[in-house]
């Protein structure tokens, strides 16, 4: 079969928010007020360790690639995650969250929380990033052009719903909006950029539904353990 065109190929990338897991059952009673406190630090503590992981999954990437441009591109997300020198970064701005829902820091680092699902599925996507090339890592990162909804989607209706926790614990997805915008301009470009036939073309789908398949996942198991 032919290789889409560019517009074609980006198209299909973007079909698979379909997927995403702003639909799934647990976010949607979230976003609708439907969860107890306990559920929602249950939530906060698990994702949490993904938030850790992160960094991790990015230096892989920048281990697995010779590109010196595209490395002095990719480093800036560590430090979105990590922090640096004038950015307190996403796992500072994560505690935070924390503290507003009632995790103690120590509650969060410790991830006595973390469920078997959800570290097995993190870890799997750790592993992913170490093992393949990395040009399909990058493109595995792509769940992040359906993310700023799903952040817009909280800010807007946290504050309505749970009152009980202090909006300045929820400065993490007001700061994700334009990061995740920005991250998403490259990946997709090494993406299509690197898979231009079309077996390498369904080869992304594969992968861009491999990182959708994890952050659903990492809900059902959640859902399961806060009921």
């Given at each position: 079969m032919p290789?889409?065109?560019?517009?074609?190929?980006e198209?299909?990338?973007?079909?698979?928010g379909a997927g995403y897991h702003i639909h799934h059952p647990f976010n949607t009673r979230m976003n609708s007020g439907l969860l107890g406190p306990e559920q929602i630090r249950g939530w906060?503590?698990?994702?949490f360790y993904y938030q850790v992981n992160i960094p991790r999954k990015d230096a892989a990437i920048l281990a697995?690639?010779?590109d010196r441009a595209t490395r002095r591109l990719w480093?800036?997300?560590?430090?979105?995650?990590?922090g640096g020198e004038d950015n307190e970064g996403g796992i500072e701005a994560?505690?935070?969250?924390?503290a507003a829902v009632g995790l103690a820091a120590d509650d969060l680092w410790s991830h006595r929380h973390v469920i078997p699902g959800v570290r097995f599925a993190v870890d799997a996507y750790v592993n992913f990033a170490r093992q393949v090339p990395w040009q399909e890592a990058v493109c595995s990162s792509l769940t992040e052009m359906f993310?700023?909804?799903i952040h817009k989607d909280r800010l807007a209706n946290w504050p309505l719903h749970y009152g009980w926790i202090d909006a300045d614990g929820l400065q993490y997805f007001r700061s994700r909006i334009a990061l995740a915008e920005r991250d998403v301009e490259h990946g997709l470009r090494v993406t299509l950029d690197h898979f231009t036939t079309r077996a390498q073309q369904e080869r992304a789908l594969e992968i861009l539904q491999f990182k959708l398949d994890i952050l659903w996942a990492m809900l059902d198991a959640i859902d399961r353990a806060y009921p």
């Open positions: 290789a889409w065109d560019r517009a074609e190929f198209a299909q990338l973007r079909a698979r906060v503590a698990n994702r697995n690639c010779p480093v800036r997300r560590i430090l979105d995650h990590d994560w505690l935070r969250l924390g993310a700023p909804r």
